[in-house]
């Protein structure tokens, strides 16, 4: 996400400012900051990958 931010905000922000090019890039840090969250708290109880490691630990205890 920083590098699509770079890439396609730099113009804004070389040519309209600061303000405009952060209005303009609201989605993209939205799903920096969302991709980050979920890297440190992870996807939660209801996650597939807790389903699946869930079924991991019964087949090894039968």
Excluded: C, P, Y
Excluded at 13 to 35: I, P, Y
Aim: zero cysteines; a positive charge.
């Amino acid at each position: 996400m920083l590098v699509a931010i770079a890439t396609t905000k730099g113009e804004i922000l070389k040519n309209d400012g600061f303000w405009k090019m952060l209005h303009e890039s609201r989605t993209d840090w939205a799903m920096l900051l969302g991709g980050i969250f979920l890297l440190i708290e992870g996807a939660g109880k209801w996650s597939f990958d807790k389903k699946l490691s869930q079924n991991k630990k019964r087949r090894r205890i039968i």
